[in-house]
């Protein structure tokens, strides 16, 4: 909004914010408030995938639509035809992973992921396709979601002696999750750590330290990624926000906001949930992340996926992009 303006086809965009405070029921009760009473003609955010699951009905019912900013899980796409997702669509990094992994030598890996819905997704779109690129998964470790102490999870992938170890964990616990590997000692042990970005999230990286030098992940987004498009926005981003780095979370909203405004100029202004849900299918577009689409059939995100490796540029660390696998959509959409 701060770079184009609160005006789109002659309609003013305002901003209603709500603090669901992570808990379904409030989502639900907040999503229909919004729609009732405050009359909204878009939801956007969604932090976790059962907040996202509990508004499927008021958007089936009001025929709203709700841009996906943060929730990852394949299934929740097929719960309302008025959802449409600009962050990821579950396994959509964890693939190229796999891929990138058996073609650089490590054939023998353990899975570590967090359990519940994100994770079963990540752990089944990594091990399907390392599989299929001819690797071994030594043993599949899940872990609980609240209060993980990765410890004796890290003991057992030790004892497995693979390769190395796939791990997804949501974002903000990969600090303690690098901690607890260095002082397992893998990285000594010679076990290569290998994820998805949200274990070396941009915003928290300097904060975690060496342990996360040479960590090898996937994903959509690195504030190191070279284009005019996320040179601009990561100087907005730090001018407005007393220069805090952007995050994947960060590109996700911003996008979001893109494709309502698009939506919009396409129908002209009009706000009839539906023809704004037609006028997204199929958009592209340049992210700060780089090109995006809207895949018509699923109304779900088609994006490059980056492999990137943990380095230090100008004495602070990034994910400095490796290689890049494009096009890649979530292999549980149809």
Known sequence: MALHGDTVAGKK?????????????????????????????????????PLAMSVAPVLN????????TSATTSAIMKQSDYFVRTSMGGPQSAVPVATWAVENGLKRVVTLVTDYGPGHDIEKGFTDQFKKEGGEIVEAVRVPLQNPDFAPFL???????????????????GSLFMKQFTDRGLKEAGIKLIATGDVTDDDLLNGIGDPAMGVVTGHFYSANHDSPENKAFVEQVRKANNNMRPNFMSVGGYDAMHLAYAALEKTGGDTDGTKLVEAMKGMEWMSPRGPIAIDPATRDIVQ?????EVKKVDGELYNVELKTYEKIRDPNAN
């Open 304 to 308: 490059d996926i980056y492999i990137r």
């Open 155 to 173: 003991q057992r992938v030790r004892d497995a002696k693979p390769d190395a170890v796939f791990v997804f964990v949501p974002s903000g616990v």
């Open 13 to 49: 965009i305002e901003l209603v914010l709500r603090d669901d405070a992570g808990t379904a029921d409030q989502t639900r009760r907040i999503a229909q408030e919004l729609v009732v009473n405050e009359g909204v003609s878009m939801l956007t955010g969604f932090g976790l995938t």
């Open 61 to 68: 019912q009001a025929k709203v639509p709700a841009i996906i």
